[in-house]
């Protein structure tokens, strides 16, 4: 039986116990008014949800992802139930701490009725009437004419949701981790002309350098936003929207991106219960500044899943020695520009070869040292800075980078050219291990140091009284016929890596391996050292106007990487040689394997490949400062690799012809059957003849066979193809222009988007043909297809009849030749001979 004097305080506990019920009540759907105010322990039942969107996708809830003490005001996915927003990230409440929602805002109380969070207004005499959250996670204050007056999309943390955007200038930040949703270090930034990741202001990604988004337009950048289709980066210009930037993803009804916690950022898509990684940059560990803690080394490991591991430089110890993640600890850092010695003794600890920083590829920091080879200039400007806390120097390029005010993590590349340094206090000169060095060695060290700079200066002199001749038949330069200014052009910023001729003789078995020709000069075949595997191409009647502009214009192209682009490894200067290194690709040229009898391309291969190249080119004319018009877009320059790769190649080397060729290729560049009108009638050539050329090309991917070519049975007549596709688009008879071969196993719909793609590309007026960007996003099936004007096609009925002439074919010259252009009323110079530019396949690669 209970004592008298227990029941006062069971009555008391009761009594709480039930207020707290009451508290709870039912969880809202879509509304709720002002004056309300939540506790997560007055909805201990609903797992602190309060507020339900009308679908019930997302939540508003008093969340608790530690499990632990510290709650936030959250919206959450409700299947997944994870956190896309958060309100007081930074100043997280205890579970009986208010959430009050009052005609002035939202306000988050904490211990002892502290105000720790609150929402701003534009306006002061804003009321609120209702509290709104929407299907698309959005939550809202509305006024008394349903008008938001704020909204968690405007102030997002770590992630956006679809139709979410993140305007110019404000940042995603990431969390500290996965259950502390405090502000880390990692941050999305949207500027004008990018998107970046950043470490504590250290640039470690952009989406300009990134191979898998390709850029539409030139425009100053206004948001980022991810929808059903991508992620796209947008301008705002006259009312409409235009795609500067793009990163195309299958179709999704559910897409977020978030920067998590260690630094990457992920596009995700939702299906079957579970959140789906899309888009993870960057695509490696080892890029990412902390993944090994400070001063830690990052190997990746290779294979499909991309694995690294992380390990110490020799001499400096792991943080934690269980733990290789956690870093590396480096005795006598320090910082140096609030050291207590107005001058510190600096010394520098060396790395080796091989290593890297996660930010040299990414940060315009990077320091040229004008052609000096000598590396101690990069440890002068290191010494002179002090907030310079080590640099790496490229002795291929003969420049260095600076690492400034912290140090992250540092990335094992196997490049031998790259070595770094980080910058320590010394210790006394005359002080070894915390001991005084014996007097013998104070008196010899001095002796020995004066007795070497003698030696040095006997040397040099004896060195500036040698012979000229002696001297050239002594110096250990590569070549003796290169001047010292050949020597410093080496060092033009950006260069790839310059290979001797005789590595590049040994790589090739003396150009024995002979797997094509151009315009430029034949391509061999070759194995480097290392065993990569290389295509090497002898330019022929390059320009002899001196090696700085072919430095420079090396340099530009060896800087443009796309993975729908050849990737130049290297070049060779030496003499009157010139010679460029490119990766190889093992399934050659396209011609080889679309125009082949014997094997027969699937509709899925074609279709990847003409989205490939339409990437390709639309890199060169958007994402090119200044941007590069190809010129001579043929079969023969798109390569094909294992696995499914397609690149473009020959571009950017139009300013390495000669004099000569350069008048030649005045009055025509390109490959016949690919050539634009306005080169045969001086009309301005800009980046729509590329799209002249690749319409072309799609044709012949669909067809199968060259578009000039001759009828296949005797007793068919000889049609031009571009001519027959026009006719068949007007009949809407699509599948008839498939490759025979592929009968039954194509739709027509699929081919009337290739074909009007084509068609539009290849309209008489160069304002009329899409941009390439335009081009990508029609055949990927995000953008509407274009209506190609017939009117303004006319012109290949008059290359289709000349084409069907038994003479023109005999005599090899193109069926454009002395005809009409249709609605300009322009006609082909009489001078022009296409037959004798064909018989050299004039290619004009730029």
Known sequence: MMAPASFPCMFLFLLSFFALRCLGGPISTEFIRPNFTATNLGFVDNNGVFLASKSNIFRASICNPAGDGEYYLCVLHVESNQVVWSANRGSPVTNADRIVFLTTGIFIYGANGSLVWWTKFRSQADAVSLVHLQDTGNLQLLDSSNSSIWESFDHPTDTILMGQKLPLGVNLIGSISKNNLASGD?????????????????????????????????????????????????????????????????????????????????????????????????????????????????????????????????????????????????????????????????????????????????????????????????????????????????????????????????????????????????HDFGVQGGKRLPLAALILLPAAGILLLTTICALVLSWRRMPRKQFSSKTSYPNSNESDEDIDLQFVPGLPKKFSLSQLESATNNFSVKIGSGGFGAVYKGILEDGTQVAVKKINNVGVQGKREFYTEIATIGSIHHVNLVRLHGFCAEAAQRLLVYEYMNLG?????????????????????????????????????????????????????????????????????????????????????????????????????????????????????????????????????????????????????????????????????????????????????????????????????????????????????????????????????????????????????PSVASAQQVSGPR
């Open 186 to 426: 990692y941050a999305l930034a949207v500027t004008k002309d990018d998107a970046l990741l950043q470490w504590k202001g250290h640039t470690y990604w952009r989406i300009t350098m990134d191979p898998r988004a390709f850029k539409d337009q030139n425009a100053d950048i206004t948001y980022m936003q991810v929808n059903g289709s991508g992620l796209y980066l947008f301008a705002a210009g006259g009312g409409n929207l235009i795609v500067v930037w793009r990163v195309i993803l299958s179709p999704a009804k559910l897409r977020l991106l978030t920067l998590d916690s260690s630094g990457k950022l992920r596009v995700q898509s939702y299906s079957r219960f579970s959140w789906n990684t899309e888009f993870l940059a960057p695509a490696s560990d080892c890029s990412v500044p902390l993944w090994c803690g400070s001063l830690g080394i990052c190997s990746d490991s290779g294979g499909a899943n991309n694995n690294s591991y992380c390990t110490c430089p020799d001499q400096i110890p792991a943080a934690n020695r269980s733990d290789l993640s956690k870093g590396c600890t480096l005795s006598g850092q320090t910082d140096f520009c609030s050291s207590t010695s107005s001058s510190p003794s600096i010394d520098y600890l060396a790395l080796g070869t091989g290593i890297d920083y996660f930010e040299d590829s990414y940060s315009q920091a990077v320091n040229p040292l004008n052609g000096s080879s000598d590396i101690s200039d990069c440890r002068k400007l290191c010494s002179a800075n002090c907030s310079c806390l080590g640099y790496f120097y490229n002795s291929d390029f003969g420049s260095c980078f600076l690492v400034r005010e912290v140090v992250g993590s540092l990335q094992r590349t196997g490049d031998k050219s790259m070595s770094g340094y980080l910058k320590t206090i010394s």
């Open 589 to 833: 040229s396209l011609d080889r394997s679309l125009f082949s009898q014997s094997t027969v391309m699937e509709w899925s291969e074609r279709v990847e490949i003409a989205i490939g190249t339409a990437r390709g080119l639309s890199y060169l004319h958007s994402s090119c400062q200044p941007k590069i018009i190809h010129c001579d877009i043929k079969p023969e320059n798109i390569l094909l690799n294992d696995p499914k790769q397609i690149k473009l190649s020959d571009f950017g080397l139009s300013k390495l012809l000669t004099l000569e060729q350069s008048n030649l290729f005045t009055t025509m560049r390109g490959t016949r059957g690919y050539l634009a009108p306005e080169w045969l009638t001086n009309s301005a050539i800009s980046e729509k003849t590329d799209v002249y050329s690749y319409g072309m090309v799609l044709l012949e991917i669909i067809r199968g066979r060259k578009n000039c070519s001759a009828a296949e049975d005797e007793g068919e007549a000889n049609v031009y193809f571009p001519m027959y596709a026009l006719d068949m688009h007007e009949q809407g008879r699509y599948l008839e222009l498939v490759d025979p071969r592929l009968a039954d196993k194509v739709k027509s719909e699929e081919v009337e988007r290739m074909v009007k793609v084509a068609l539009c590309c290849v309209q008489e007026e160069p304002w009329l043909r899409p941009s390439m960007g335009t081009v990508v996003g029609m055949l990927d099936g995000v953008l509407p297809l274009c209506e190609p004007r017939v009117q303004s096609l006319t012109f290949l009925r008059f290359y289709g009849r000349r084409f069907s002439e038994p003479s023109t074919l005999l005599s090899g010259s193109s069926p454009a030749a002395g005809f009409s252009l249709g609605s300009t009323g322009s006609s082909f110079p009489a001078s022009f001979s």
